[in-house]
T-cell receptor, first 114, second 113 residues
Framework: DAMVIQNPRYQVTQFGKPVTLSCSQT?????MYWYQQKSSQAPKLLFH???????NEADTPDNFQSRRPNTSFCFLDIRSPGLGDAAMYLCATSRGDGGTDTQYFGPGTRLTVL | AQSVTQLGSHVSVSEGALVLLRCNYS??????LFWYVQYPNQGLQLLLK??????LVKGINGFEAEFKKSETSFHLTKPSAHMSDAAEYFCAVITNRDDKIIFGKGTRLHILP
């Protein structure tokens, strides 16, 4: 089945130790998103790629970076994780048609920072 | 600017009872509206979406929502709650210019036996 896959599902890292989260999709969608979701809160958009064009949200900390080497894969790099970065990280994709475009979410990666 | 307000951060209903989760939107242009469900430690799953084709939208798992322009509402309903419906539900609106989706704060649905 076509889907959005995130690896790993659970990630533990140490304070200040760089970590990379992975997302892949078999939907061949143009747009890929990264969201941060803290407990009992709505997902917060960090950034998204429209094809190779990177779009950063204004309030996304510099500590968060992203790479999209090809259509299928997108990575979230946290350069120096702090305790406040512990959260669920959600990847999503959409065709990029705008308007009625639906976002399809992966299962998420829960990040713990020790 | 578009926004979404979900009334009630927690809703409890008895198994077999009607489920009603409220969502009101604010939009300067015709909105496209969504309901997503999130089970514990899972991503968001699309329940249904409104794209102006029909005001009553049927989704998965027996859920439906009605778009009411006069009330700026898009409430989610299910006639008979099941224990498996216990989850977090997010209402969302999309801005058709830049593909950004705006989520409400979510409503956690509790099902009482």
């Amino acid at each position: 089945d076509a889907m959005v896959i995130q690896n790993p599902r659970y990630q533990v890292t140490q304070f200040g130790k760089p970590v990379t989260l992975s997302c892949s999709q078999t939907l061949n969608h143009n747009v890929m998103y990264w969201y941060q979701q803290k407990s009992s809160q709505a997902p917060k958009l960090l950034f998204h790629y429209y094809d190779k064009d990177f779009n950063n949200e204004a309030d996304t900390p510099d500590n968060f970076q992203s790479r999209r080497p090809n259509t299928s894969f997108c990575f979230l790099d946290i350069r120096s994780p702090g305790l406040g970065d512990a959260a669920m990280y959600l990847c999503a994709t959409s065709r990029g048609d705008g308007g009625t475009d639906t976002q399809y979410f992966g299962p998420g990666t829960r990040l713990t920072v020790l | 600017a578009q926004s979404v307000t979900q009334l009630g951060s927690h809703v409890s209903v008895s198994e077999g009872a009607l489920v009603l989760l409220r969502c009101n939107y604010s939009s300067s242009v015709p909105p496209y509206l969504f309901w997503y469900v999130q089970y514990p430690n899972q991503g968001l799953q699309l329940l249904l979406k409104y794209t102006s084709a029909a005001t009553l939208v049927k989704g998965i798992n027996g859920f439906e929502a009605e778009f009411k322009k006069s009330e700026t509402s898009f409430h989610l309903t299910k006639p008979s709650a099941h224990m498996s419906d216990a989850a977090e539900y997010f209402c969302a609106v999309i801005t058709n210019r830049d593909d950004k989706i705006i989520f409400g704060k979510g409503t956690r649905l509790h099902i009482l036996p």
